[in-house]
């Protein structure tokens, strides 16, 4: 009984100080518009993550963090879906580096050409935060959660 009472007190520990990025709430304040959320929270020692969230008017959503685009909102049927739309997300230090890092989770809807139900997934991705990078390294991700390097813009032009 011990054992199990020291686990879930290291289980809601861990989750208590988690943060999520983008909630239902914020889902319903912007609906499908051009619109987006800006959010900055501070994520480790003299870092402040500065991230925005949209949605497109077909359905798709997606998270803008420093180096990152990450499509956690899912609605458009074009074979993957996220199921309720939005993958869960949190800000929580994984590795104990004194940042915090991105972990994302969920349930995949998979469909064929006709909407067809193919099933169901659960689907994860683990971003951490890298001093060295000033942004976030992908260490783990299911092949349905889209993550895409953000391209630099300098005077109008595309960098890497």
């Known amino acids: 009984m011990k054992i199990i009472s020291i686990f879930l007190l290291m289980a809601f520990s861990f ?4 943060t999520s990025l983008v909630s239902m709430k914020d889902v319903d304040e912007i609906g499908f518009s051009s619109k987006e959320i800006h959010k900055s929270i501070n994520i480790g020692p003299d870092v402040i993550l500065e991230y925005s969230f949209g949605i497109t008017s077909k359905g798709n959503g997606g998270l803008v963090a420093i180096n990152k685009f990450i499509r956690i909102y899912d609605t458009h049927s074009d074979g993957i879906t996220f199921k309720n739309g939005l993958l869960n997300s949190e800000l929580i230090d994984v590795d104990g580096d004194g940042y915090l890092d991105i972990k994302l989770w969920g349930v995949a809807v998979l469909t064929d050409e006709k909407e067809k139900s193919l099933g169901e997934k659960d689907v994860s991705a683990l971003l951490i ?6 942004g976030f390294d992908i260490k783990e991700k299911s092949d349905e959660i889209d993550i895409w390097q953000k391209l630099k813009e300098k005077n109008g032009v595309r960098v890497n």
């Open 15 to 18: 989750h208590a100080d988690a």
């Open 129 to 134: 935060y890298s001093k060295k990078l000033k």
